[in-house]
């Protein structure tokens, strides 16, 4: 069960992209979905979230100009990216962290937390 990225590209500032992750399978509705991104030299920070209600939230530096949103009957996520900045240059990745009951072929009642991570997509912001 895979997370896969896609949307990225090279943009002048001012452009917007939209960015798409769907999941291969698994329970994909019931959690939330991030979206962090890895800037060169840089620490991966978390920038969206959206709750499996679809409620949003967004770190102040993309607030007002990032939106996130779901398709929980496509499984995909998708992070609209608009007035794009040369600052905005990174890997973007979706996450989630899912409960599973089978892990490995075993059972598990209490259940098990598996975190997964997209490969990444790349967004260059020229000025």
């Known amino acids: 069960v895979q997370l896969v990225e896609s949307g990225g590209g090279l943009v002048q500032a001012g452009d917007s992209l939209t960015l798409t992750c769907t999941s291969s399978?698994?329970?994909?509705?019931?959690?939330?979905v991030d979206w962090y991104r890895q800037a060169p030299g840089k620490q991966r920070e978390l920038i969206a979230t959206?709750?499996?209600?679809?409620?949003?939230n967004y770190t102040d530096s993309v607030k007002g100009r990032f939106a996130i949103s779901r398709d929980d009957s496509k499984k995909t996520a998708y992070l609209q990216l608009n007035h794009l900045q040369p600052e905005d240059t990174a890997v973007y990745y979706c996450h989630q962290e899912i409960l599973v009951s089978w892990y490995q072929g075993t059972y598990i009642p209490e259940g098990k937390y598996l975190t997964r991570w997209g490969q990444g997509t790349l967004v260059t912001v020229s000025s």
């Open positions: 959206v709750s499996a209600s679809g409620k949003s």
């Open positions: 399978g698994g329970t994909f509705d019931l959690f939330p």
